[in-house]
């Protein structure tokens, strides 16, 4: 059974920084690219961004770019996902997420979820 | 970047209604199209993936059509447990995009 397991999400200040993991099971977790969704409160679901089965290729919304950066251990079946210079308008969910194939990128698989609060 | 356009943003309809939410792109993306639900304090849920092909365990009232441009979501027999919101998402390029979202209610 694929399971994606979310933690590190808390509240931050403007300005800060906080890392974020997805802790993977159930399949084989270097074959498939991963990514993380983010969803502020009331709102609807916003891609942050992707990386490759094995690191080589990054991917991110404009939105983050040059503030968040995503890394994976495939050693430790993980997905990270570093938040710097946080905004109140970063305050979210982030959901882990997976695609069904390793050549498709609609997400067949989700985490519960990490929350994510950025105020002074 | 691809904008995806949902409309409409809510509909309320009566139990056993049909009803259509349509998505557009603002460029072809062929048939690179994903609509999920997701339900108040929950992950979303894949429904159907490439614009029509239903994911296993979901019933057979909900359908997908489209390519190119425009594509629709049906839920044909609206029933209780839809209740939901739904969103697509275009899986052709990064970056990927949801559109904004359809809430469904019972009437």
């Known amino acids: 059974e694929v399971q994606l397991l979310e933690s590190g999400g808390g509240l931050v200040q403007p300005g800060g920084s906080l890392r974020i993991s997805c802790a993977a099971s159930g399949f084989s977790f270097s074959t498939y690219a991963m990514n993380w969704v983010r969803q502020a409160p009331g709102k609807g679901l916003e891609w942050v961004s992707g990386i490759s089965n094995r690191g080589g290729s990054t991917y991110y919304a404009d939105s983050v770019k040059g503030r968040f950066t995503i890394s994976r251990d495939n050693a430790k079946n993980t997905v990270y996902l570093q938040l710097n210079s946080l905004r109140a308008e970063d305050t979210a969910v982030f959901y882990c997420a997976r695609a069904s194939t390793v050549t498709t990128f609609h997400f067949e698989f989700w985490g519960q979820g990490t929350l994510v609060t950025v105020s002074s | 970047d691809i904008q995806m356009t949902q409309s409409p943003s809510s509909v309320s309809a009566s139990v056993g209604d049909r009803i259509t939410i349509t998505c557009r792109a603002s460029?072809?993306?062929?048939?690179?199209l994903a609509w999920y639900q997701q339900k108040p304090g929950k992950a979303p849920k894949l429904l159907i993936s490439a614009a029509s092909s239903l994911q296993s365990g979901v019933p057979s009232r909900f359908s997908g059509t489209g390519s190119g441009t425009d594509f629709t979501l049906t839920i044909s027999g609206l029933q209780p447990e839809d209740v939901a919101t739904y969103y697509c998402?275009?899986?052709?390029?990064?970056?990927?995009?949801f559109g904004g979202g359809t809430k469904v209610e019972i009437k």
């Open positions: 998402q275009q899986a052709n390029r990064f970056p990927l995009t």
């Open positions: 460029q072809g993306i062929t048939t690179w």
